[in-house]
């Protein structure tokens, strides 16, 4: 594979090229591209918010297991959230940008930068069959399965939702395409591209490709002359001479910044300010939840659900359970499981039903059920489940459903189910290092008093979220990242600001039952699969 193109790495960059001093009336901005919507927020030094916006987008699925975007709206989003920042948020007193996005999404870009076609999300199930030829590949009889030897290097189960994978698939089925690629990107080191003119990736993204050595940030040449072979494998078409894999951008750290485009800096009203490259969605959710020290536990409900524990070393699970990741904060690592359905799970059943019921109307009819009356429902819906399961063939399934139940007891048994996989997971974390009794909480779903209250009395944790319409953490992370990349470091919300729910020791007997039920359920159905 050749060197990676793009400028060599420079020092952070500066407003004109003046040092960045502390400001105490600046504003850090801080965008999140989420799977349905992008959200803007605009912070003080103080840490206080000063505006948020948020903007949604289609995601196409033209054909069974494909979920498509196009970064066409993403640019259109960022430039309708900047103008609505900027009514309570002037430009000029915008000091740097910070970044953040869903992983892994695979963006394929030309010579220039631009994108090539519809960008790939990680909802998108098509490239397994290539994921299982990549994990062949780099297999060998002395040196273990391929999954193993990958998680052992990546500390990532690669499958088929992985930018590798996912460009291997274009390989054969778009050759068009794949031949016209010069770098393979992620949605947020397309942004920070398109903002800036650079090409890179920071390390947490950076794992979405599916071929990052843990601890060393730098791409394993092994696994990429690995997926070079499983293209092989696949009879795929050589790229007219080229490498079957296109360049990947360079890995920089997280605080990482360039200035402005001239042309951006001009239409929105601000200077060539610092863009920060950033990081994940999960890891600036992290941040920005304030859980910045080993032992603590993020929970980020959105269209999925990530459960990340903070520790201080890579720690791998024999199991591979967890993902391994590098957080913002220096030193530290992020345990990782991701619930696959959860928010996009509880906006389905609110279709379902109709009556213009939503994610929140679901929660409220679940509510109104006792947790043991409910059906057994799965939520693997994805399909499959990744979790503590990593099974990419699991279907949603719902047990137990009898005349007596109505639209009330489907929400408390999704519900239920989410909460059940929440308690898989958490228990992983458990067995692995000495994890807090605090778990905090953001996002869509855990707005919702009731939520919080069963997943702190179905886990035995407090669950803490903070006060208010508060729901953009990841946003808040890459405000603060950006904020700290030019040298300032906002406060985090007072402990006076957050809402606790604790553990009802009354419903303990009660959300023991529903997890029996439940795991019984889902091994039943793991075993029913055929070999």
Not at 353 to 372: F, H, K, Q, T, Y
Not at 429 to 440: E, N, R, S, V
Not at 445 to 453: D, E, L, T, Y
Request: proline share 7%; hydrophobic share 45%.
């Amino acid at each position: 594979m050749k060197e990676p193109r793009g400028r060599e790495p420079q020092p952070a960059a500066t407003a004109f090229g003046a040092p960045v001093r502390a400001d105490p009336d600046g504003i850090y901005v801080g965008l999140d591209l989420g799977t349905s919507g992008l959200k803007a927020i605009a912070l003080r030094a103080s840490g206080d918010v000063v505006a948020k916006a948020s903007i949604g987008y289609p995601t196409s699925r033209p054909y069974p297991g494909a979920a498509e975007q196009e970064p066409g709206d993403w640019i259109t989003a960022i430039e309708v959230a900047a103008a609505m920042l900027a009514a309570d948020a002037p430009p000029a007193r915008w000091r740097a940008i910070g970044l953040s996005a869903m992983i892994p999404t695979l963006v394929t870009a030309g010579a220039g930068g631009e994108a090539i076609g519809p960008a790939i999300t990680w909802e998108d199930g098509r490239a397994q069959a290539q994921a299982d030829r990549l994990s062949a590949a780099f297999s060998g009889p002395a040196s273990g399965s391929g999954d193993e030897r990958l998680y052992q290097i990546t500390g990532q189960r690669i499958d088929g939702r992985y930018l590798l994978p996912m460009f291997l698939r274009l390989i054969e089925e778009d050759p068009v395409r794949a031949q016209q690629t010069a770098m393979i990107l992620g949605a947020k080191d397309y942004l920070f591209g398109w903002l800036t003119g650079t090409s890179a990736t920071d390390p947490s993204t950076a794992t979405g490709f599916g071929c990052l050595t843990l601890q060393g940030s730098a791409w394993n040449q092994e696994i990429v002359a690995a997926a070079a072979a499983a293209a092989q494998a696949g009879q795929a078409r050589r790229r007219h001479g080229q490498d079957p894999i296109p360049v990947l951008p360079p890995v920089l750290p997280a605080t990482t910044t360039r200035p402005l485009g001239p042309d951006l800096a001009a239409r929105i009203g601000c200077d060539r300010i610092p863009v920060c490259l950033g990081a994940a969605d999960s890891v600036l959710g992290a941040l920005g939840l304030g859980a910045r020290s080993a032992g603590q536990i993020a929970y980020v409900a959105g269209t999925s659900t990530v459960i990340l524990g903070v520790a201080g070393n890579p720690l791998l699970d024999p199991q591979r359970r967890f993902l391994v990741t590098a957080l913002a904060e220096p030193g530290l690592w992020g345990l990782e499981m991701d619930l696959l359905a959860t928010g996009s799970a509880l906006r389905w059943l609110a279709e379902l039903l109709g009556s213009g019921l939503d994610e929140a109307g679901v929660i409220a009819l679940a509510a109104r059920v006792n947790p043991a009356d409910a059906p057994v429902v799965l939520p693997y819906l994805s399909p499959g489940e990744q979790g503590a399961l990593w099974d990419h063939e699991l279907p949603g399934t719902v047990t137990g459903l009898t005349l007596a139940h109505d639209r009330r007891h489907l929400a408390r048994g999704l519900v239920n189910g989410i909460i059940m996989e929440s308690r898989r997971c958490l228990a992983v974390l458990d067995q692995t290092a000495a994890f807090g009794a605090d778990l905090l909480v953001a996002g869509g779903g855990a707005q919702a008093a009731s939520f919080r209250a069963d997943l702190a009395s179905a886990t035995g944790r407090r669950v803490i979220m903070l006060a208010g319409d508060e729901a953009d953490f990841s946003a808040r992370g890459a405000a603060l990242l950006a904020a700290r990349s030019v040298g300032e470091d906002p406060a985090l919300p007072s402990t006076e600001s957050w809402e606790i729910s604790e553990a009802a020791r009354s419903q303990a007997d009660t959300w023991k039952q529903v997890w029996r039920r439940h795991e019984q359920a889902s091994l039943m159905l793991r075993s029913a699969k055929p070999s």
